[in-house]
């Protein structure tokens, strides 16, 4: 991937360690809970490619998250999220993917300019390989599902995954989304409560698991979450690959 720049922003893969240490510190702020300096590392990490978005001029960190590639869905067993969900119905599939994972946004951060931009860098990954299939896990803040009645209700009416895409359960700690969700959800409510990548995932045609999986250490609920590239409307491909495309200026 080349750097590229939307607005004030410039997106880049990490080109050293001290690069990838800092992507764990602003993932420690975003997933435990918020302590400076803390890092959030695990032994994916040198397993991924590490995208930074930062402020093109200060050079802040405003944005990161992983990318895993994989030959085929035969190699899902090493990815992360095989380790929570069982992903054996993605065995079969034979084209690359792609594992998006621990995106976060820093403190304050809510331009969606730095959103378009991660999408354009994930578009940019996506197109080298050749890859089939995005996937990863969605993470909503907080381990009680009671609050998000109404995303998790519209997520299972509307955006499940079909029957030979739909993981099974690993974890130990699970809640099942037509169970814990809101039997007539308000769809605006769903939408203000969904975290803006799962947002981004299902505006595009993606569909999650039938469950969340219930994470005590990052303190938060994960959706698994899929997209099916050859299904992205034209239009929004075709948006998504302008970004991909452009570079630094």
Known sequence: MQPMRRGRYLARLAGSGGDVERAQVLRGQAFLGGTVGVRDADRFDPLCRHVLIEEAESGALVATFRLMPLGSGREIGR?????????????????????????????????????RLAWGAITAEVDAMSAGLLFGCSSFAGTEA???????????????????????????ETVALAEAGAAEPDPGMALRTLPPLLRAYVGMGGWVGDHAVIDRELGTLHVFTGLEVDKVPAARARSLRMVAESGPV
Do not use: K
Request: aromatic share 10%; charged share 30%; hydrophobic share 40%.
């Open 79 to 115: 990815s992360y999220s095989a380790q929570v969900y069982d992903l054996s119905v993605l065995e079969r599939l034979d084209r690359p993917m792609l594992e998006l994972g621990r995106f976060c946004l820093a403190p304050g951060q809510r331009d969606p300019d730095i959103l």
């Open 146 to 172: 009671a609050i998000y009645r109404d995303a998790f209700g519209w997520l299972a009416n509307r955006h499940l995954a079909p029957p030979d895409r739909r993981p099974g359960r690993r974890a130990t």
